[in-house]
């Protein structure tokens, strides 16, 4: 069964960063996609980012573009979220997700089967 785990959720103020981390384990070996997502309350899970993890190419929301970069730690199956300029609009629960291998690893949330419990950022004004 696959596992991904995320951490690094807290409380910050407007302007400030956090880095999400999302732990990969039992997954074959080889490329996947792999998607952070978030959902605020009474509001649809939407995807921000994702990253082909073979080619390290990432994409990214317009809403979270260039304020928010994902990477990965090979040593430690580990990708990140770094997100930066946090304003209170990026309060949500954050997911990560992974699913086959795909040349343009996608944003949209039915695309991905595998799922972490999420852990929550909070960011106040």
């Known amino acids: 069964q696959v596992q991904l785990v995320e951490s690094g959720g807290g409380s910050v103020q407007a302007g400030g960063s956090l880095r999400l981390s999302c732990a990969v384990s039992?997954?074959?070996?080889?490329?996947?996609?792999l998607g952070w997502f978030r959902q605020a309350p009474g509001k649809e899970r939407e995807g921000i980012a994702s990253?082909?993890?073979?080619?390290?190419?990432?994409y990214y929301a317009d809403a979270v573009k260039g304020r928010f970069t994902v990477s990965k730690d090979n040593a430690k199956n580990t990708v990140y979220l770094q997100m930066n300029n946090l304003s209170p609009e990026d309060t949500a629960m954050y997911y990560c997700?992974?699913?086959?291998?795909?040349?343009?690893?996608?944003?949209?949330?039915?695309?991905?089967?595998?799922w972490g419990q999420g852990t929550r950022v909070t960011v106040s004004s």
């Open positions: 990253m082909d993890t073979g080619r390290i190419i990432t």
């Open positions: 039992r997954l074959a070996p080889g490329s996947y996609s």
């Open positions: 997700a992974a699913s086959v291998w795909q040349a343009r690893p996608p944003l949209a949330r039915n695309q991905y089967r595998h």
